[in-house]
């Protein structure tokens, strides 16, 4: 089988590259893979993939509220190119997504039939990308996921680990809950699917549910760190982009595929200790 991976590079890419080493994998590489430009679609036509899994993404949440039509322009129609290609080779295509497609006003876990509702235009330009991917090849699988964090590239536990060990105190929001992921366990997780043929949506994150600031003293403990976390709101937070207040995804559909992803606090205990074990520019 031979799989393309668009963000390649990525932090769920890189694990993707380990987990599916057994495959023919084409990699799907910035800026030779540019999703902003049509050259993109080019790229997967000439390698003739099974399966295309579209990791590649505009992520930066706060960033995306002062260049909205960046994110569109990567997020939606970025993945309309990679889902026209899709289609046209013939390829499945498995799609990554976010957490943020909801408003966060329920306070029982999301379920793939729920409506979306973004706040952000973060959350709007990846909810385009789904309906863009859906409507243009007819064999594809959403799989959404939140709070996801790995060994490659910048997220939540790296930063609280590194700020917990230079100052004596941090403050963390403590109103927003959601589903932490090991962007491992969601690639293995992804492997998995490849035995199925799951097609429309399906929610994929870490077991349980906490709230950053629950995230982030866990983060410290295990770490072996003693600086003191303190809880705040969203609005002291300041931030440019509007959180849902609840984000937690149920992985129903996944679930009776025989498909479930570990319980958040035994993959951070699993991740803080392969942090210690990997070279400062690996986990940088």
């Known amino acids: 089988m031979r799989i393309l991976i668009t963000g390649a590079d990525g932090q769920l890419g890189c694990e993707l590259q380990r987990v599916l080493s057994g495959y023919d994998l084409v990699l799907g590489l910035w800026p030779d893979f540019d999703l902003l430009k049509a050259e993109a679609e080019r790229v997967i036509l000439e390698a003739k993939p099974d399966v295309v899994i579209h990791a590649a993404a505009y ?32 390829a499945r295509l498995i799609v990554l997504s976010t957490d943020y497609v909801f408003d966060g006003r329920k306070r029982l876990p999301y379920e793939e039939t729920d409506f979306p509702n ?12 789904e309906r863009r991917a859906l409507a243009r090849c007819p064999n594809t699988l959403i799989v959404r996921t939140s709070w996801l964090y790995g060994l490659h590239g910048k ?10 060990g230079e100052q004596p105190e941090l403050r963390v929001v403590a109103d927003q809950r959601g589903a932490p992921t090991h962007a491992g366990d969601l690639a293995s997780a992804l492997a998995e699917v490849l035995g199925t043929d799951l097609c429309g949506v399906v929610h994929a994150t870490g077991s349980g549910d906490c709230t950053w600031y629950e995230f982030a003293c866990t983060i410290v403990s295990l770490a072996g760190l003693s600086a003191t976390v303190h809880p705040i709101t969203t609005e002291e937070a300041h931030r440019a982009a509007s959180r849902p207040p609840y984000t937690v995804l149920a992985n129903r559909v996944l679930a009776k595929a025989g498909i479930t992803l570990p319980h958040w606090k035994d993959a951070l205990a699993r991740f803080v200790s392969e942090v210690r074990t990997v070279a400062p520019a690996e986990r940088a």
């Open 59 to 90: 992520t930066d949440v706060e960033k995306a509220e002062q260049e909205p039509d960046m994110a569109m322009a990567v997020n939606a129609e970025g993945t309309e190119r990679v889902a026209r290609a899709a289609a046209k080779s013939g």
């Open 155 to 164: 997220n939540f536990v790296k930063t609280i680990m590194r700020l917990a």
């Open 118 to 129: 973004p706040l952000n235009a973060y959350g709007r330009s990846k909810l385009e990308g």
